[in-house]
């Protein structure tokens, strides 16, 4: 069964520093996502992407986020500037459509942690 | 603003036997609702999606109903089994772009 790759599946970082996570959606999914979870909290939505724009963001998707679609197969996340309050588990997911319908298909997550 | 509302937030019970997971949403104004399964170190696997114009989905031993008007959803799982531990999730779509709100989920423990 097709899946979504999400790599790494754990990054340490120092606060301050950029990091980029990646993800490989399922390959005829048009719609992608990025949703993250802090540890002990619910799952937050924070941006999704189709047709290689932006399409929505959560008021925690600031400045210091960005997506990009560099290919025909990756969807990345990047932080520029990591906090503290970054460390979460990121989960990449992707859809065929938006439909009422459709599913949406998670990755494994990155586990990214701030120090 | 939608609330998304789970009770229990954790389950434990003997396997074989029949039991119920709640949802509950603060607006009944949803596109769709899913409920997920989260095992540890993997990610969400979406196990049935009901649409707002729909009353109940099945799959397997899997049951999920929605009560769009009281805002509520509930997952039936059937003679569960050990496998069936993990936290369940649900979430809803407040429009067609896939902005999921989600619940704290429950965590289910299924004993031999």
């Known amino acids: 069964e097709p899946e979504v790759t999400q790599t790494p599946s754990h990054q340490v970082t120092q606060m301050g520093q950029e990091v980029i996570l990646r993800c490989v959606p399922i390959?005829?999914?048009?719609?992608f996502y990025w949703y993250r979870q802090i540890l002990g909290q619910k799952v937050e939505f924070l941006v999704s992407?189709?047709?290689?724009?932006?399409?929505?963001k959560s008021e925690i998707f600031d400045d210091q986020f960005s997506v990009e679609r560099p290919d025909g197969s990756n969807f990345t996340l990047k932080i520029r500037s990591t906090k503290l309050e970054d460390s979460a588990m990121y989960f990449c997911?992707?859809?065929?459509?938006?439909?009422?319908?459709?599913?949406?298909?998670f990755g494994s997550g990155t586990q990214l942690s701030v120090l | 603003k939608q609330e998304v509302t789970q009770i229990p937030a954790a389950l434990s019970v003997p396997e074989g036997e029949n039991l119920v997971l709640n949802c509950s949403f603060t607006?009944?104004?949803?596109?769709?609702l899913q409920w997920f399964r989260q095992d540890p170190g993997k990610g969400l696997t979406s196990l049935l999606l009901?649409?707002?114009s729909q009353r109940e989905q099945t799959s397997g031993r899997l049951n999920a109903s929605l009560d769009k008007s009281s805002g509520r959803s509930t997952l039936y799982i059937a003679a569960s089994q050990p496998g069936d531990s993990a936290t369940y999730l649900c979430?809803?779509?407040?429009?067609?772009?896939?902005?999921?709100?989600w619940g704290a989920g429950t965590k289910l423990i299924i004993k031999p």
């Open positions: 390959s005829n999914h048009l719609y």
């Open positions: 992407f189709y047709n290689n724009e932006i399409s929505e």
């Open positions: 979430a809803v779509s407040r429009a067609s772009n896939y902005q999921l709100i």
């Open positions: 997911a992707s859809s065929m459509s938006s439909s009422a319908v459709e599913k949406l298909f």
């Open positions: 607006d009944s104004a949803i596109y769709n």
């Open positions: 009901i649409q707002s």
